[in-house]
């Protein structure tokens, strides 16, 4: 794609990255017809094309940006599935975040949308208020017929069966040891996560006993709530950074000291950030080295299961035990997006699924988005809604018992009695010996 830029604008690092990114879109158009929000709308403005059109003229030109254009960027997922499918390279993600930052500084949102993204900034990534709110939106339910129309969308995202306390782990330092007598074969630090702890503890919990089980000793870090995603995909960049620089100094301590050496995420949203730190903070002469020492020594959970020996843990007694009920319970395998898209991984953690015993199908269309992206289903309801009600057919009309997935945002989003969703970690631990999950 053609840019013009001026020279003063190029002497600006951050344009001249987006100018490299913009020359790299040949305007093919393959990515349309995996982009999500086309195939619903079928608006070139809601393709990855278009988006990346209207952000060189918003970088190019920023005074005359309109708000059409803030309205089809706010529609877009970051779901990556474009990045998956372009075959020119085109680094989507980083633009994304070049283009809304920009978007962000020419454009103010309404006062009622800020506040949303705030108090949204401020409670998700604190598992005890997200878990206090959740408790209060049971109240609030007794009101909805009272609230504005945007109150009462966002209440009805709110989950309704909550755990009746957050999960412990995450909430100290600890040190999980590992199941055996020699040395263990290897010390992660596990990232014990905001949102999840307070939805679903069990998948911490079954992390642990599973890793544990492998001979691998696990870390948690009590500073590290959270990774930063939440804030840093919707505007709150001053929280983000300050998340982000956090675990960055602590984990990076924890490698160069020798406590640790990997750090593991269990929710793929976060992995995909941790991954990206090196990247984020590359200007950055403080913190530059030690961000990519960070991002290189990060892997999802199933990329260090995926090292280990296994032998042990399916001779155990207890996985025996199991061992049946596994054989008969076919799962559909749903890949996140910040999985498959974000961290390139698809086929691993179907393929230890299926070392366990399961049998594994995927549903149609599995590339894209189940409408969750953080809180998206909370910011775009309708487009959310429409993605889900797909994915949830697809899922169905694979006849499976139960789904695995490897992001809480996913887990929650498409959880329902007949579609019982659970972590990929929690079926790997019945497997080994665990409780059954649903
Ligand atoms: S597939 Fe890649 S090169 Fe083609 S239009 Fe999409 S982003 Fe541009
Ligand atoms: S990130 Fe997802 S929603 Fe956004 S343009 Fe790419 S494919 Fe479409």
């Known amino acids: 794609m053609q840019t013009h830029f001026t020279t003063e604008q190029l002497n600006d690092p951050v344009i001249a990255r987006a100018d490299s990114i913009l020359r790299a879109c040949v305007h093919c158009g393959f990515c349309t017809a995996t982009c999500p929000t086309f195939v619903l709308t079928g608006d070139e403005r809601d393709s990855p094309r278009g988006r990346i059109w209207m952000m060189r003229e918003l970088l190019e ?12 960027l706010d529609r877009c997922l970051g779901c990556l599935s474009c990045t998956t499918t372009c075959p020119s390279g085109v680094d989507y993600p980083h633009l994304l975040d070049i283009g809304r930052a920009k978007m962000a500084e020419q454009v103010r949102r309404p006062w009622g949308e800020r506040l949303m993204r705030r108090m949204l900034a401020r409670i998700i990534p604190h598992a005890g208020r997200f878990h206090i709110m959740m ?7 007794l009101f909805r017929w009272a609230m504005p129309a945007a109150m009462r969308r966002m209440l009805d995202k709110v989950p309704t069966a ?9 909430a100290r330092d600890a040190v999980y040891p590992a199941d055996t007598e020699s040395e263990p074969v290897r010390r992660v630090a596990m990232l014990a996560g905001c949102a999840s702890r307070a939805l679903e503890p069990d998948i911490n919990a079954a ?6 089980r492998l001979g691998v000793e696990v870390r948690v870090y009590a500073q590290i709530h959270c990774c930063g995603a939440l804030a840093h995909h919707i505007g709150e960049t001053e929280q983000a950074d300050t998340s982000v620089h956090k675990a960055v100094a602590r984990w990076h301590d924890a490698l160069t000291n020798g406590e640790v050496d990997a750090i593991i995420t269990n929710a793929s949203g976060c992995g995909t950030m941790v991954k ?15 961000a990519a020492a960070v991002s290189a020594a990060s ?15 399916f001779t155990h007694p207890a996985a025996k035990a199991n061992a049946d009920a596994v054989a008969k319970t076919r799962l559909a395998y749903h890949s996140a997006c910040s999985l498959q898209h974000g961290q390139n991984i ?3 953690p179907k393929r230890l699924l299926q070392q366990a015993g399961f049998t594994v199908v995927e549903p149609r269309d599995g590339h894209l988005c189940c409408g969750s992206a953080g809180v998206y289903n909370i910011l775009q309801p309708d487009m959310a809604d429409g993605l889900k009600s797909r994915k949830l057919d697809t899922l169905h009309a694979t006849g499976a018992a139960a789904v695995a997935a490897g992001n809480i945002g996913c887990i929650t989003q498409l959880n329902a009695p007949d579609v019982p969703v659970r ?11 665990g409780a059954k999950p649903f």
């Open 162 to 170: 909550i755990p009746a306390r957050i999960d412990p782990v995450g």
């Open 276 to 290: 990206d730190y090196g990247d984020m903070l590359q200007h950055d002469p403080a913190w530059a080295a030690k």
């Open 135 to 141: 408790r209060l939106a049971r109240v609030g339910r």
């Open 207 to 212: 992390s642990i006993r599973l890793l544990n």
């Open 423 to 433: 972590h990929t970690i929690q079926f790997l631990d019945w497997a080994t010996g």
């Open 299 to 313: 892997f999802d959970i199933s990329e260090v299961l995926a090292q280990c020996d296994w032998t042990a843990s």
């Open 61 to 72: 030109n920023p005074e005359s940006v309109s708000a059409d254009t803030g309205f089809h």
């Open 346 to 348: 698809h086929g691993l």
